[in-house]
């Protein structure tokens, strides 16, 4: 069953200091049409940037997700990508009205209730999947940061963090599709910091607007009464606490919350890579470094599956039809010898995918060639059309009563031969849209994963002479 695309059903803002800035900021989320993505929008600039929310605009920063766009910068996005992500929402446009995203309590919290609040609408087009099919892998040896994502029905995340601290030596956190409940279990997890590290941080500017509400922090070592009452000048807080590990006796949300906030910014960062995933990816000491660094990994394959010449991502040629070759003669006018369509696995609006199982018993191996039999190239392209008039006469409530005709063929090329015992994997892609019955297309012809022959075509739909 297809998955519809998302957006929000109404507009939301949220402000709130700036973790990295300290500045007070605002980001306003609005829906976006259908196949936009999530868009970010510098509204505080003189002249607007729009930064796509995609892996192409990471750049790289310490302790922060940052996009970077005709020289505008956006920080701090991880929390509002994943509670966008966790929602099931694929199309957002947001405005923001400064450098980095509100920090707020240092969780997606508000931003799910937000979205809860003003409620998400289904849209016509289907989602965009990233669907992992091999073993990826980045590993980070100064950190020993390793992150995997193997191939799986649906997507989870297990994450495992391990510091040299008696609080938080190791903890285990996993989100699973369609079972962990994202607005309950993961989005109110709360960032986290050493004490250890906050001096250092403040010292450098890097959490001008961090403080004890937005912030867990962790205390790892026995502190006197003196120190305590710097670090109260220090933060400009009055009857600061340490309880457990955690400075001013905060309630954790989950024994485990720093493990779950971790598994929180991967799911963000990873957002980054423009698709929703299908697929398993296991953290080891995840830091937003080695998430984005992934995300990038993904986006690049997820650029080269969607070439227009590139093999169908998910087509699994194993899988039930969409339509076999009784539904197929229902389609097309055309009958044996010369129906060259055996199954076709998917049908959109401007795409269609479909096969050829090439046999001996053809008769047109008898002649082509008696040694060596080879499918005629000009039967290749045939099989081509005749797919792209399932595309076209798909979409027509009386297909019986309608014929395609090649108007004009262009750019054909062959690459491979197609030989007895090959399946052939047609691939056909509208250029333009419909019209008076006018179609232009562009077709690939596969056999295994390599790219056998292409070619651009213009047929004629029109109804049969004899109605």
Known sequence: MSVKQNTLKGEFSLKGKGLHTGKEVCATFKPADQNTGCVIVRTDLETPVEIPAIAKYVELVDRASCLQKDGARVYTLEHAMAALYGCGIDNC??????????????????????????????????????????????????????????????????????????????????????????????APCRTFVFLREVENLLNNNLIKGGDLSNAIVIVDRKMEQTEVERLEKLFGYEGMEIHEGILNNLELTFDNEPARHKLL????????????????????????????????????????????????????????????????????PHRPPFLLVDKVFKVTENMVIGCKNVTMNEPHFVGHFPDEPVMPGVLIVEAMSQCGGILVLSGVPDPENYSTYFMKIDGVKFRNKVVPGDTLVFKLITTAPIKRGIVQMKGFAFVGKKLVCEGEFMAQVAKTKNL
């Open 93 to 186: 446009r947001i405005e923001l009205e400064g450098e980095e995203f509100p920090i707020l309590d240092g969780s997606a919290r508000y931003y799910v209730e937000k979205i809860a609040k003003v409620g998400i609408v289904e849209q016509a087009a289907e989602r965009r999947f990233f669907i992992v099919k091999r073993k990826m892998e980045f590993y980070c040896e100064a950190t020993d940061t390793r992150i995997t994502l193997l191939p799986d029905e649906n997507y989870h995340i297990n994450t495992v963090v391990a510091y040299d601290s008696p609080y938080l030596s190791m903890q285990y956190a996993s989100y699973a599709e369609g079972e962990t409940d994202f607005a309950r279990e993961i």
């Open 265 to 332: 910014d991967m799911m963000g960062d990873l957002a980054l890579c423009g698709c929703f995933i299908k697929g398993r990816v296991i953290a080891e000491k995840p830091g937003h470094k080695a998430n984005t660094s992934m995300a990038k990994m993904i986006y690049k394959e997820i650029i080269a599956e969607e070439r227009e010449d590139a093999y169908p991502a998910d087509l699994d040629l194993a899988s039930e039809p969409l339509m076999d070759i009784n539904k197929i003669r229902t389609l097309l």
